[in-house]
Structure formats: structure tokens, C-alpha cells
């Protein structure tokens, strides 16, 4: 079935350090969405990719979305406490129905060190 | 800002029981969704509505899960007979575009 991967699971980070997180999916997506998770919360929108190649910037967060739409990266450069939690993408495509159909990845859960 | 609503936030239930949780979606979202999110994972889509419509119940155990949105508005999930292995946040989010937005959640244990 269509699947949507993550990786790492886990990171620990010194803060100050960088962190990237990976994804990727079976198919070929229409769009890629990035949510974030803090402990005990729901997740919260942050950023959607929609074009092949595409590079989107967020303060110290940059999201790319491969040239195959297949797969996504998320990198915090410098991280800070307040970025921990867990890291989610959502892919959105056809996946072989009639509508589309938003599936997540498992996340990554991001731990940073003071 | 309007928000995704749920209630219960926390429910404890005896397996064999009946839950039931409610959602009332941001005004005029006509997308609908349910989510399960079992602790450590990421959330696995339930079912899916398009106003009053199912469009996708594909994971849903239908077997003892339902959920309705009989004006296309507010939504309810229920679950019966409840299980233990149904332990689990329910998360329900309406979409904007290409926006879902979450809401709060509500917290299952059963036991």
C-alpha cells in the first residue's frame, strides 16, 4: 500500500547543532505538507511543497521537496529548545483513487539538549 | 482564530463499552477528517469525509468503529464494543485548501 517513511526515528542534538529529517514515499506525491508535534499537543501546520525542486525557508528551518516528488527534507540549522518536539510529513496525492488522500509519516522526534 | 473543536479531551472507558467522541470543524471547512494516533507514531487517517459524504473509510474497522456527519458539519466517531488495543489519541482536522488543521485531540484509554 502507499506508504510515507521517515527518517531518523530519533535525534538527540546539542543545542545549537543542525538537524534534518527525511522523507520519503512510495508514489509520486501532488504535495508535501510539514507538521510539528510538541509533547502532548497536536499537530500544527508548518510549511506545504508543491512544486518538483522546490525550496521554501522558515527563519532557521528549510524544506525542500525533490526534484521526483517523492521525497522531502526538513533542516534546522542552530537548533533551539523550542524546537523540540516531534516532526511530521504528510504526503497528499492520488494514491490511486479519485481524491486525494493525505497520509503521514511515523515523525521524527527531535530532542535538543541545552 | 476559529479552531478545530473535541470533546471529550480525556475518556477512560471499560473494553466492551461504548465510546463516542464528537468534533466540530472550522466554519465552512467542507473536509473533514478523523485520525488516530497511537503514542510514538504517526497519525493514521480513519476516515475522511466531503461534507455529509464518506470518501475514504478504507482503515476503518468498520467492524466496531462509525462515524457520521449527517449535515456536513460536526462529526461524531464512535467506537463499540471498545477494545484495549484502542487506547489511543483521536484526533479529528478539517482542511482549508491545503491546510489541515488540528484540533486538540481527545485521549482514549481503555480498560
Known amino acids: 500500500g502507499q506508504q510515507v517513511m521517515q527518517i531518523p526515528q530519533y535525534q538527540h542534538v546539542q543545542e545549537g547543532e543542525d538537524f534534518t529529517t527525511y522523507c520519503n514515499s512510495s508514489t509520486t506525491l501532488s504535495n508535501i505538507q510539514w507538521y510539528k508535534q510538541r509533547p502532548g499537543g497536536h499537530p500544527v501546520f508548518l510549511i506545504q511543497?508543491?512544486?518538483?525542486?522546490e525550496v521554501k525557508k522558515q527563519k532557521r528551518l528549510t524544506f525542500q521537496f525533490g526534484e521526483a516528488k517523492k521525497n522531502s527534507s526538513l533542516h534546522i540549522t542552530a537548533t533551539q529548545t523550542t524546537d523540540v518536539g516531534t516532526y511530521f510529513c504528510?504526503?497528499?496525492?492520488?494514491?490511486?483513487?479519485?481524491?486525494?488522500?493525505?497520509?503521514f509519516g511515523p515523525g521524527t522526534s527531535l530532542s535538543v539538549i541545552p | 482564530e476559529a479552531e478545530v473543536a473535541q470533546s471529550p479531551r480525556y475518556k477512560i472507558t471499560e473494553k466492551s463499552q461504548a465510546v463516542a467522541f464528537w468534533c466540530d470543524p472550522i466554519s465552512g471547512h467542507a473536509t473533514l477528517y478523523w485520525y488516530r494516533q497511537i503514542l510514538g507514531q504517526g497519525p493514521e487517517l480513519l476516515v475522511q469525509f466531503q461534507d455529509e459524504s464518506v470518501v475514504d473509510d478504507s482503515q476503518l474497522p468498520k467492524d466496531r468503529f462509525s462515524a457520521e456527519r449527517l449535515k456536513g458539519v460536526d462529526s461524531t466517531l464512535k467506537i463499540q464494543p471498545a477494545e484495549l488495543g484502542d487506547s489511543a489519541m483521536y484526533l479529528c482536522?478539517?482542511?482549508?485548501?491545503?491546510?489541515?488543521?488540528f484540533g486538540e485531540g481527545s485521549w482514549l484509554t481503555v480498560v
Open positions: 504528510a504526503g497528499r496525492g492520488g494514491w490511486e483513487t479519485s481524491y486525494d488522500k493525505v497520509i
Open positions: 482536522a478539517s482542511r482549508s485548501r491545503n491546510t489541515i488543521y
Open positions: 511543497l508543491v512544486k518538483s525542486g
